[in-house]
């Protein structure tokens, strides 16, 4: 049977990135992974296990990465929300860890993928220096920490007026979930 981990960013004491119309980043992340936990084991054909990291109370980081290690996770995904003082700054994008297993490009390809499919109005944040769209990195610790393949994938901006309104719409939060739970469907 599959294990999947859920990591839905930030959460309690941390709101995350605040962004137009107060949008809180943390908020933006946990119902999407929500959904996506709820998504997954429905479009499995075999059994498959998902868990979810917190469910708003903000857990530790450290916490999160020992509970995918701990339960001996196929594929760790952890779900946020840009922010930055330029609020021209927009788009989704996907990391993973440099180096990291193929599972995690492939899924990371298929969001892309997928968000392009949902979302043609927003900007996808690519970087195919590698031969793949992810963005590569060692220094993300839910990447660097994790046991098993991982990738973060970032929503979209909070402080950009675009991508905070599809951030805070519900029918769009439930299609971002659809899009990734499909991903990581298509990937086991």
Wanted: negative net charge; glycine residues 8%.
């Amino acid at each position: 049977m599959k294990h999947i981990v859920i990591d839905p960013g930030h959460g309690g004491p941390d709101p995350g990135a605040i962004g137009v119309y107060g949008l809180r980043e943390a908020d933006v992340n946990l119902s999407v992974a929500l959904r996506v936990s709820e998504l997954l084991p429905a479009l499995s054909y075999a059994p498959l296990r998902v868990t979810i990291t917190h469910q708003g109370d903000g857990a530790p980081l450290q916490n999160r990465v020992h509970l995918a290690n701990e339960v001996g996770a196929d594929l760790f995904v952890s779900i946020h929300c840009n922010g930055h003082e330029n609020p021209f700054a927009h788009g989704y994008e996907v990391w993973t860890y440099r180096g990291s297993p193929n599972l995690a490009d492939y899924v990371a390809g298929s969001v892309y993928a997928n968000f392009r499919r949902q979302f043609p109005e927003m900007r996808s944040r690519e970087d195919w220096s590698d031969g793949d769209p992810d963005k590569e990195t060692r220094r993300l610790a839910v990447l660097k920490w994790t046991n098993m393949p991982a990738l973060l994938i970032e929503l979209g901006f909070v402080t950009n007026g675009d991508d905070a309104r599809i951030l805070r719409n519900p029918d769009c939060q439930d299609r971002m979930a659809q899009a990734i739970a499909e991903a990581v469907h298509d990937a086991l």
